[in-house]
């Protein structure tokens, strides 16, 4: 597969340099999804076929098929205690290396792998960088039982914290709710501007019916930024 656009070329060039400075013989490493982190796994297939010894852990079903397709061996959690690192791709991700993930519904597995990695390298485009998070409708990962309930929850504590009447869509598949890895429906918080992640990620994941949300605070230890001009830059 040949990346076709400019932005595709930029994600190559982030995934290829994040094999280049992280990667080595032994690792064990978080596979992380969506398109970014999908071009990643696709050079490390190249990479093990050309004799590279590593395994990995997927964020998604989906990143879990690509890596077997393209011959990445996989491990899962229950057999390892520690990942050497995880690369994973981003929606937006701001100076301190606040993200917002979830765009491809898999933020759940994604914190999960990034918890249990000694480190975490974002991969992005330059266009995810940006000065405050907010943009990018901000994933929440709910349980189906209680999603009305748990939506109203959510509204009220974003009233109380100054957000004026968010628009909080559940996120559809046509006429169904789209579903997790994990059987969990999505809502999509439209906050504009978001100018405490790092307070909101903890009040959100305090509400009942939450599962998981995609402010992703502290996690990122570094960030690796491609350009369509084939430059990188790491941050
Ligand atoms: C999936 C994610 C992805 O990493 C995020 O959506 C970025 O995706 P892409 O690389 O396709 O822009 O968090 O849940």
Known sequence: MEPRTSQD???????????????????????GSGTTSHW????????????????????????????LEVGVPLTTLEDV???????????????DGAMIKGGGACLLWERIVADASRRMVAVVDESKVVETLGA?????????FSWESTRRSVAALLERLGYRNPDLPLRMNGHEPVVTDS?????????QRILDPVALDGQLNWIPGVVE?????GIADEMV???????????
């Not at 990643?40 to 890596?67: C, N, Q």
């Not at 520690?82 to 991700?93: R, Y």
């Not at 990018?136 to 189906?144: D, Q, S």
């Open 9 to 31: 070329t930029a994600k190559v060039v982030s995934g290829t340099a994040a094999i280049d400075a992280y990667v080595s013989d032994g690792m064990i490493i978080g596979l």
């Open 40 to 67: 990643f796994v696709r050079k490390l297939g190249e990479a093990v076929a050309g004799g590279l010894d590593v395994i990995g852990v997927p964020t998604s079903t989906g990143t879990r098929d690509l890596a």
């Open 81 to 95: 205690e520690h990942l050497d690192v995880t690369i994973d791709g981003a929606d937006e991700i701001d100076g």
């Open 136 to 144: 990018f409708p901000l994933p929440i990962e709910i349980v189906p």
């Open 183 to 191: 059987g969990n429906y999505l809502i999509d918080a439209h906050l």
């Open 213 to 217: 949300n995609g402010l992703f605070t």
């Open 225 to 235: 930024i491609g350009r369509a001009d084939g430059t990188h830059e790491i941050r």
